[in-house]
């Protein structure tokens, strides 16, 4: 069983910055690709940024382009999410998760994910 635990949100002010990271447990962390989602109150849940297995090869939502970036550690089974310049429209709950099946590419879509974390806060206030 594969466990995902976030950590790193708060509350901060719109141009501040945050980092969050995402532990996974278990030996195979390297072998899959890993992707950090957001679901603000009363919105569909929404992909934010993705990270192929190894660490090459990124993807991300237009609206935090240029502004976040996703990395890993893969020797620390860490994947992070640094987020700069932050706006109010960035609150919402961050999710990481892990792409279903080994050695698959990065996605955007929230279906090809089998398992997820609890989810950390980010409140951005004006």
């Known amino acids: 069983q594969v466990q995902l635990v976030e950590s790193g949100g708060g509350l901060v002010q719109a141009g501040d910055s945050l980092r969050l990271s995402c532990a996974a447990s278990?030996?195979?962390?390297?072998?899959?690709?890993m992707g950090w989602f957001r679901q603000a109150p009363g919105k569909e849940r929404e992909f934010v940024a993705s990270?192929?297995?190894?660490?090459?090869?990124?993807n991300y939502a237009d609206s935090v382009k240029g502004r976040f970036t996703i990395s890993r550690d893969n020797t620390k089974n860490t994947v992070y999410l640094q987020m700069n310049s932050l706006k109010p429209e960035d609150t919402a709950v961050y999710y990481c998760?892990?792409?279903?099946?080994?050695?698959?590419?990065?996605?955007?879509?929230?279906?090809?994910?089998?398992?997820w974390g609890q989810g950390t806060q980010v409140t951005v206030s004006s």
């Open positions: 998760a892990r792409v279903s099946g080994s050695y698959n590419s990065a996605s955007s879509n929230r279906y090809e994910y089998d398992y």
């Open positions: 278990g030996r195979t962390f390297s072998s899959y690709s």
């Open positions: 990270i192929r297995w190894s660490g090459v090869g990124t």
